[in-house]
């Protein structure tokens, strides 16, 4: 995995707790929060924040635009929860942001803070890990390319496009790399 | 097997805050003006700390009702201040379903001598702290973030600043010990041991810390990012400035770009007038705000 530089989307939210985590990868993490930097970039992770305040600042500085046409030339971005609202196509209340994932996803769809939890999880070709979501989103539908990796309780709450990737729970929150990991082997 | 209101959810939440700006809202409008401008987060007021200033007497919780009038407003998380100590009002904020309670100095404290035993709830809460020691005590009593006092309802940043130093210079001076003289310094500080062991092995308060109390400019806002805030409350600094959409989108930028003073002179222009300051040496010691707490 040595020489990877992976870019960590750090204008709002836990940018810091993935740079961390894929610098325990043992590759490269840059924060970016400029069109310009997503040049060289091996792949791109977008982080949980407030999707509102993340995708305004992402419009303002012209990096959706950016992100979009790098993502369709094949670089990989993960999404985890407000990074997985800004991937989808469909949103349940508002305009989707960069409309890369063939996915319905509803905000907030647990409810308030108080709703927030941690559980156990089971994923597609990874295993058992530890899932926090905290006033997370989950995935209503998908269809086209986009494959389900993980159900809970019911609810879709992962999701793999080719190298696109969304979490609606938070892996970078846990001492558990095996999402990092996948990520960084997609990259 | 799921598990709710656990530390890491509650702390978990403060770190999806950070770079981010905590915007004090009065109405739905104002609501819906900080969360277009790019707000992570909302605290609901009846009225904003500068009003509570001149209008003295008894500040309390806000009315459930303009809470929850705030909270169908938005998407974004939204927050609510109890006075220190008053363990009802923050049942009531809790049983409101607000996402963040402020154990606040910035109402009439309730209580002279004990704060909220903040482990009892499910709501996550944020308390302010003028030095390590006192945001240590907050943290052991339960708090999932801390933030500044400054001087609240001032517009003047200047306490806010001396806040966040005096922190620092006791983070950096605790790093700086041996183990050995760890208990001595929690003695000294008047703070759990086991979290000055904490702060010494991460080398920083164990929860996000932001900056609050008199931030009314984008250089403000970068000011305190760059002093290493991990995001920014702005209390009077908008609604009661000029052109509060276009003052709150520049302190959300600012708070992004802290570090490109490019981008800082860019957003800092045509702002309009700023909310009117207050120097600290004209407020009278019993109307300090930032001295509520123990």
């Known amino acids: 995995?040595?020489?990877?530089?992976?870019?960590?989307?750090?204008?709002?939210?836990?940018?810091?707790?993935?740079?961390?985590?894929?610098?325990?990868?043992?590759?490269?993490?840059?924060?970016?929060?400029?069109?310009?930097?997503?040049?060289?970039?091996?792949?791109?992770?977008?982080?949980g924040g407030e999707s509102t305040t993340i995708g305004r600042l992402m419009r303002e500085y012209g990096l959706d635009t950016r992100i979009i046409e790098k993502a369709r030339e094949g670089m990989p971005v993960w999404g985890t929860c407000a990074g997985m609202i800004l991937l989808a196509k469909e949103l349940d209340t508002d305009e989707p942001w960069l409309k890369l994932?063939?996915?319905?996803?509803?905000?907030?769809?647990?409810?308030?803070?108080?709703?927030?939890?941690?559980?156990?999880?089971?994923?597609?070709?990874?295993?058992?890990?530890?899932?926090?979501?905290?006033?997370?989103?989950?995935?209503?539908?998908?269809?086209?390319?986009a494959e389900v990796l993980c159900i809970h309780d019911d609810k879709i709450v992962m999701v793999r496009q080719g190298k696109l990737l969304a979490t609606s729970f938070h892996p970078e929150l846990t001492d558990d790399l095996k999402i990092h990991q996948y990520f960084v082997e997609l990259c | 097997?799921?598990?709710?209101?656990?530390?890491?959810?509650?702390?978990?939440?403060?770190?999806?805050?950070?770079?981010?700006?905590?915007?004090?809202?009065?109405?739905?409008?104002?609501?819906?003006?900080?969360?277009?401008?790019?707000?992570?987060?909302?605290?609901?007021?009846?009225r904003v700390p500068a009003d509570i200033r001149a209008a003295g007497g008894i500040a309390r919780m806000a009315d459930p009702a303009v809470i929850k009038r705030i909270m169908d407003a938005v998407t974004i998380p939204v927050m609510a201040k109890c006075r220190i100590g008053h363990f009802v009002e923050a049942q009531i904020l809790e049983a409101l379903g607000v996402d963040y309670i402020d154990e606040s100095e910035v109402l009439t404290p309730a209580d002279d001598k004990y704060h909220v035993n903040?482990?009892?709830?499910?709501?996550?809460?944020?308390?302010?702290?003028?030095?390590?020691?006192?945001?240590?005590?907050?943290?052991?009593?339960?708090?999932?973030?801390?933030?500044?006092?400054g001087e609240p309802g001032t517009g003047?940043?200047?306490?806010?600043?001396?806040?966040?130093?005096?922190?620092?210079?006791?983070?950096?001076?605790?790093?700086?010990?041996?183990?050995?003289?760890?208990?001595?310094?929690?003695?000294?500080?008047?703070?759990?041991?086991?979290?000055?062991?904490?702060?010494?092995?991460?080398?920083?308060?164990?929860?996000?810390?932001?900056?609050?109390?008199?931030?009314?400019?984008?250089?403000?806002?970068?000011?305190?990012?760059?002093?290493?805030c991990d995001g920014i409350f702005v209390g009077s600094g908008i609604f009661k400035s000029g052109d509060p959409m276009k003052r709150a989108r520049a302190i959300v930028a600012a708070t992004t770009y802290y570090n490109d003073p490019q981008v800082l002179a860019e957003i800092s222009e045509d702002l309009g007038e700023p909310m009117v300051g207050i120097d600290i040496s004209t407020i009278r010691p019993e109307e300090r705000m930032q001295d509520r707490g123990w």
């Open chain 1, 101 to 145: 994932m063939d996915m319905k996803v509803k905000r907030n769809a647990y409810g308030r803070q108080v709703d927030s939890f941690e559980t156990e999880l089971d994923i597609k070709d990874i295993g058992k890990i530890k899932g926090v979501f905290i006033r997370a989103p989950y995935v209503e539908k998908v269809w086209g390319e």
């Open chain 2, 118 to 149: 903040k482990h009892m709830f499910k709501v996550p809460f944020v308390c302010g702290a003028r030095n390590l020691g006192e945001a240590l005590r907050r943290i052991g009593e339960g708090a999932a973030m801390i933030r500044t006092k």
């Open chain 2, 156 to 228: 003047n940043v200047v306490e806010a600043v001396r806040h966040i130093r005096q922190v620092n210079d006791e983070i950096r001076w605790v790093c700086n010990l041996p183990d050995d003289e760890l208990m001595t310094a929690a003695k000294e500080l008047q703070a759990p041991y086991e979290l000055v062991v904490e702060v010494k092995r991460l080398g920083r308060l164990p929860v996000v810390n932001f900056a609050a109390g008199g931030i009314a400019t984008p250089a403000d806002a970068a000011l305190m990012m760059q002093l290493g």
């Open chain 1, 1 to 47: 995995m040595a020489g990877k530089r992976i870019g960590v989307l750090a204008l709002q939210g836990a940018f810091i707790e993935h740079e961390a985590c894929l610098k325990k990868c043992g590759v490269e993490a840059v924060q970016i929060r400029k069109a310009e930097e997503i040049e060289g970039i091996d792949g791109l992770i977008i982080p």
């Open chain 2, 1 to 46: 097997m799921i598990e709710k209101g656990t530390f890491t959810v509650k702390a978990g939440l403060a770190q999806m805050l950070k770079g981010g700006v905590i915007m004090d809202v009065t109405t739905p409008e104002q609501a819906k003006i900080a969360e277009k401008a790019g707000a992570c987060a909302v605290m609901a007021l009846e």
